[in-house]
């Protein structure tokens, strides 16, 4: 099964769940290989997305 996710806000452009993902891999610090879990929380009242790698927590995205 493909799954696909746009968040859509008003005033911002489309985010996409790829890009959201393909942005944190590239900056979390930790190896694709090494990624077990990935959790994303979108905040739309302050247009941020945190998140946490393999159960601790990182920075913010977008």
Known sequence: MKTNLVIQVTGMEDITKDEIISTIKENCGVKASEIKSLNVYY???IRTAYYTV???EKDYVF
């Open 43 to 45: 905040k739309p009242e």
């Open 54 to 56: 393999n159960g601790e």
